[in-house]
């Protein structure tokens, strides 16, 4: 981790595909914890959203 941001965080990954499925880990976990709770008690929008940003060293 490079730098967490309020709710957010900064991470350097060695490769795109590690950033990748750490992104899909992350969604899935957040699934599995949100089961059983109801639509209108759910965060939603940018709580949810995960960005990745590609870059030649």
């Given at each position: 981790m490079i730098k967490?941001?309020?709710?957010?965080?900064?991470?350097?990954f060695g490769s795109v595909v590690d950033?990748?499925?750490?992104?899909?880990?992350?969604?899935r976990k957040m699934a599995?914890?949100?089961k059983g709770i109801a639509d209108d008690?759910?965060?939603a929008g940018p709580?949810?959203?995960i960005?990745?940003?590609?870059a030649n060293p």
């Open positions: 967490l941001m309020g709710d957010g965080a900064l991470v350097e950033a990748v499925q750490c992104a899909a880990d992350i969604q599995e914890r949100d008690r759910l965060m709580a949810s959203r960005r990745g940003q590609a």
